[in-house]
């Protein structure tokens, strides 16, 4: 088995794949930046799935594994309009809205400890304690109720005043 040095190190088409790359990186930024402007702050599943199959269409338009570069973009095109379809139907449909997102899950309430969904999420007591202190509590106790979000992240109502110190109480074993 031989190496084809020369043609490992010699590429033949450097101006074609500049050429591509450019174009490719420029109608993506586009894309990004004028149709999926909203959620830039956060990521969610559907969100990862748009990066991850624009990535792989990009590549192809790139790499020549496309006749042309406008193949490229048009299947990019294409997975940036099913996502924004699919982001307004839901914005117009409660229904679909439910299909595609899932509704918030409670995973503290009333300073205690939802297991049976915590379970359901594989969320042990101290992932939710070290979420629960991301979000400035520092106690299960001073938590009114916090939920496992669909984007997941968690949000945390706390309890107000007397409520959290006589929750905390009862939950001490010596209350």
Not at 16 to 31: D, H, I, K, P
């Amino acid at each position: 088995m031989t190496i084809d040095w020369r043609s490992v190190l010699q590429p033949e088409h450097t101006l074609e794949l500049f050429v591509r790359g450019s174009l490719m990186y420029l109608a993506l930024l586009t894309l990004i930046r004028v149709v999926i402007r909203r959620r830039m702050g956060s990521l969610a599943p559907s969100d990862l799935l748009v990066l991850m199959l624009l990535s792989d269409a990009a590549q192809n338009g790139m790499t020549g594994q496309y006749n042309s570069v406008p193949d490229g973009i048009v299947l990019c095109a294409t997975v940036v309009f099913w996502a924004t379809a699919l982001d307004w139907l839901g914005y117009r449909s409660a229904w679909f809205r439910r299909v595609l997102e899932p509704e918030p899950l409670e995973i503290v309430h009333a300073g205690r400890f939802v297991h049976a969904n915590m379970k359901r999420e594989m969320l042990g007591e101290d992932d939710v304690r070290s979420l629960l202190r991301q979000n400035g509590a520092r106690d299960v106790g001073e938590v009114f109720v916090a939920y496992l979000e669909p984007d997941g992240h968690v949000s945390v109502l706390r309890a107000s005043g007397k409520n959290a110190e006589q929750k905390q109480d009862e939950a001490s074993p010596q209350g």
